[in-house]
C-alpha cells in the first residue's frame, strides 16, 4: 500500500513536470510568434518559460532518484558485492540526503528573506523574486525525502537478502 502511494506520488510530480515543460514551450512559441508577427514582446515573457522549466527540473529531481532516471557514475558500485556494496551505497544515499536537507535549508532561509523584503524583478509589472525561488526549497525537500525512502528502501532489501 505504501509502496503503490508512493510510487502515485511520483506520478502526480511527473504529470506535473511535463504540464510545466508544456506550458513552457508554449509561452516561448508564444513569445516568438508575437515578436514576430507583432513586432512586440514583454520582458517577462522572455524570463517565464525559463522560471517554469527550472521549477519542473527540480521538482522532478527527486522522484528521478527513485526510478535511476538520474546520471550517475556507478562503476565502482556494480563491481561491488556484499558488505562493501553495502556501505558504499549507503555512503551514497546519506550523501544525498546531507546534500538535499542543505539545499533545502538555503532554499528555505533564502526564500524567507526574498519574501520578508519584499524583493522584485523589476519587469513590466513587479513578480516577486520569492515565487520563483520557491522551487529550490520545495524540489530539494522533496529530493531528500525520496532519498530517506531510498535508505530505507536499502536497508531492507538487505535486510531481506540476508535472511
Not at 55 to 69: F, K, Q, V
Not at 111 to 131: D, G
Not at 132 to 143: D, R
Amino acid at each position: 500500500m505504501g509502496k503503490s502511494l508512493i510510487d502515485k506520488a511520483y506520478r502526480v510530480i511527473e504529470k506535473i513536470c511535463a504540464f510545466l515543460l508544456i506550458i513552457a514551450v508554449l509561452i516561448s512559441l508564444g513569445e516568438i510568434i508575437g515578436r514576430v508577427f507583432f513586432h512586440m514582446t514583454y520582458d517577462f515573457v522572455i524570463d517565464l518559460p525559463v522560471w517554469i522549466t527550472v521549477w519542473a527540473m527540480l521538482l522532478i529531481s527527486g522522484p528521478l532518484i527513485a526510478e535511476n532516471g538520474h546520471v550517475a557514475i556507478d562503476l565502482v558500485v556494480t563491481k561491488l558485492r556484499g558488505k562493501a556494496k553495502l556501505l558504499l551505497e549507503l555512503f551514497n544515499i546519506l550523501a544525498t540526503i546531507i546534500y538535499g536537507a542543505a539545499i533545502s535549508f538555503g532554499g528555505i532561509v533564502l526564500t524567507m528573506m526574498l519574501y520578508e523584503r519584499q524583493a522584485v524583478f523589476p519587469k513590466y509589472f513587479p513578480i516577486p523574486k520569492w515565487i520563483v525561488e520557491l522551487c529550490v526549497p520545495l524540489g530539494m525537500i522533496i529530493f531528500t525525502l525520496v532519498g530517506i525512502i531510498e535508505f530505507y528502501n536499502l536497508i531492507k532489501r538487505y535486510q531481506s537478502q540476508k535472511d
